[in-house]
């Protein structure tokens, strides 16, 4: 009997608070060099900053950070870092910035990144939230755990704090709050 073929998780969209960084710092240097996936972050910095992040995180592992162009291409292998002041937005391939409302009080906010992760390639999104900050990160990544759990019950998996083990698909979406 044919086993239909598995999908890949080659989407990995990140959300810390500000309070996240050295949690972030751990991930990205634990991420393999061949990594067979694209990684996108949102981390909350004030409007004003700088935008240091890709620098730092581009010293802590072996995968080149940047921040995208709007338009770029998703390639597996990168980290992209949403610029200060803009939401980082998945479209079919293809990276968006915008200058949308705030949300959660945050641009950039991890919401954003979540639900439109999680519309365009589904099942394949692995969303994870390392720190939070108010409500930004658990509306978002319950979509991504509902297009990838309710799409294949028993494939997925979800996390919503780095210190939690990846649970599989089952029962309900996980708990929205800390």
Known sequence: ????????????????????????????????????????????????????????????????????????????GQIYVAPPNLHLLLEDGTIRLTRGPHENRHRPAVDPLFRTAALSYGPRVIAVVLSGALDDGPAGHQAAWWRRCRARPRGGTHSRDATERAAPCGGGPPPAGR
Do not use: T, W, Y
């Open 1 to 76: 009997m044919n086993k239909p073929p598995m999908i890949g998780h080659d989407i990995v969209a990140i959300g810390a608070s500000a309070g996240g960084f050295e949690a972030l710092r751990r991930v990205v240097g634990g991420l393999p060099a061949d990594l067979p996936a694209a990684v996108f972050v949102v981390s909350h910095l004030g409007g004003g900053s700088p935008g240091m992040l890709p620098s730092i995180l581009d010293r802590a592992g072996s995968l080149e950070a940047a921040h995208p162009e709007d338009g770029e291409s998703v390639e597996n």
